[in-house]
DNA sequence: AACCCATATATTGTTGACAATATTGAGTTT
DNA sequence: AAACTCAATATTGTCAACAATATATGGGTT
């Protein structure tokens, strides 16, 4: 390995999949003994890897009243697809002149493989979650913007993959989403950065539709029993 | 005050404090005991700190190796400008839609105190540094959208601020500056947002190509000496 | 029973010492 | 003189105990 792993940040990397798989709950407050314990180790790397999930907005801190794992109302998921809205759509213009071919034979090959995927279980949910992530964060690390590619990968990618790791408000079907992901391609091979940036913002926006429509349909069943 | 201040909040605000005026230099090793007892607490509290700065990248840290204070190369200021033009120009459409008569008010009469200074000072530099950031930050908060006003106000600006303390890169001109600041409150007032979004964009883009010419000049001097 | 206050408990904030790793420098070899 | 080795030093990573603060408990009052 280039440099060891130092616990605070392997304390780092397990708080997160636990946050965004679930295990640990939304609003859980998190006590720092108690994790340590878990996880073998002091409370000193295990405060510091709170810290950093702080900084990726994962949990939030009070002083003196502990961390506690954020909570993802609407709004939040709201105004985190607007903004993704805004700097994806940045990095795809940016990545139609910066990608090379080989980056886009890959693209191209990552959507023949999703296909096969969908045709396999017949257009059901398939493997989207996450590999519509390496779709995006592909273009992301395209557009050669390392601020744009660390603000993306980094923070708010972990949201987006809690999001959609609970509840089925992740359900897209994913033939339209293969389709709107074809022509955005199809967008950064003609290196048309415009139609490229029109592309991605409106599949997004299209993302968030659907999510919003769906979170709507929750809200009104639970508000029937 | 709302809850009392830990000495790790301390600590971070006046490290943010000493890179962005330059007290610590860009590049600088930070050398925790030495820090710590400059600032009168353990070790313990500045790498909390020292995280969340990290986190708002203005240190980067290597394991075992130590953490350094950022370095703002030609590259980076791009990549952060461009950022910049699509959040901003992202918030100054929301901000239309969402500021209330107060605070578009509050915004003239900013602009008011501005050109008094400028008139004061003879169209000279002027606090342009902070009042201008003022007047960004503003706009940011009006847009309503909380991760919007989190990223350009809590990361962003920090790096903003460390830039322009430093050389004389912030040497715009306040009047066109100005000009521009009263075409983006005009459509503001308007309630036109996308007229406020694509001025505010070119406003920062001007800024960008401003500042991107200040550098190549210095360059150019080096170069000869 | 509801409310308030004091005490007890639990949790976070902080520290100083210890362990592990990286850096430095002197001495040696080629 | 340049490059390598290996000890000496400095710095970071980690821990366990202590202090400060918040939360929970229980008894007493209205």
Partial sequence: MAHSETL???AAYRLAQ???TGDLAQ???LNEVELAERYGMGRGPLREALRRLEGQRLVSHIPNAGTRVIVLDNKMLAELYAVREALEGMACRLAAHEMNDTEIAQLQGLLAQHEQQIEA???QVYAQSEGDLDFHYLIVRGSRNALLINLLGGEQYPLLRMCRYRSSRNAQRPRPALAQHRH??????ARDGELAEFLMRRH???AWQSISAMISAENQVQERS
């Fill in 184 to 189: 955005i391609v199809e967008a950064l091979a």
């Fill in 27 to 29: 609003g859980q407050k």
């Fill in 8 to 10: 605070a940040d392997i």
């Fill in 18 to 20: 636990a946050i965004i």
């Fill in 121 to 123: 279980q017949g257009g």
């Fill in 204 to 206: 997004i926006h299209g």
